[in-house]
């Protein structure tokens, strides 16, 4: 999966505002961005739920280049501030379920393949503890695991809810900011791409190692 990929999947995600329209737009960004984490869904569609999604929806509050919104009717702070609580709604109801299911919910929704996933997300957490948190919300396979690992792991309450609260805010209202502020502002509006890919590179390059090291698991 390479970066000219990544940023097709931001224009795609652009192009739904012109069938959704702006209050259905929040939406779909804020419940996508929820159940990333909360659901899980983002050990599947990693992409869709993940860095593209928020940066997308950046460009689209600011109408930027090649996106089809009009300037305005999307509200950047709206869906910033909204990306950065579904992000932190997201990783609670993971450290919920975690917490309070344990091993067998996570067992009853893996495949094979993520198996390793786990296990790594396991030594991440236990290597950096309330740090971890707060990174693996940049890191594909980490953010869907590391908060139902703390849960699991049984990671102080209000210390996760204050890393949890960091993370998000830094990842989802951060990179929405991002993507606005590369289309609005004239000396960076012509490498917003540039930008998007700075952001969605580290997250290639974590899903590539992780990939590679599962198949020689």
Avoid: C
Avoid at 76 to 92: E, P, R, T
Avoid at 95 to 121: E, Q, V
């Amino acid at each position: 999966m390479t970066p000219i990929i990544h940023l097709s999947i931001s224009d795609q995600i652009s192009g739904w505002y012109a069938q959704t329209g702006p209050i259905l737009f929040y939406i779909v960004v804020w419940g996508l961005v929820f159940a990333g984490t909360g659901l899980f869904v983002g050990a599947f569609v990693p992409f869709i739920t993940g860095d593209s999604l928020v940066f997308a929806a950046g460009l689209v509050a600011a109408g930027g280049a090649g996106t089809h919104a009009v300037a305005g009717q999307v509200n950047i702070w709206v869906m910033a501030i909204g990306v950065g609580v579904s992000a932190w709604l997201g990783d609670q109801v993971g450290y919920t379920l975690g917490r309070h299911f344990g091993r067998p919910y996570l067992d009853k929704r893996k495949g094979a393949w993520l198996h390793s996933a786990i296990a790594k997300s396991e030594k991440f957490y236990t290597g950096w503890g309330w740090w971890a948190v707060v990174i693996s919300r940049f890191m594909p396979w980490a953010r869907v695991f590391v908060p139902a690992i703390a849960g699991i792991s049984k990671m102080n309450y209000y210390k996760f809810f204050s890393a949890n609260a960091v993370g998000a805010l830094a990842w989802g209202t951060g990179l929405t900011l991002a993507g606005y502020f590369a289309a609005t502002i004239p000396a960076v509006k012509s490498a917003s791409y540039g930008i998007a890919a700075f952001f969605i590179l580290a997250s290639i390059i974590a899903g590539i190692r992780t990939w590679l090291r599962n198949r020689k698991v």
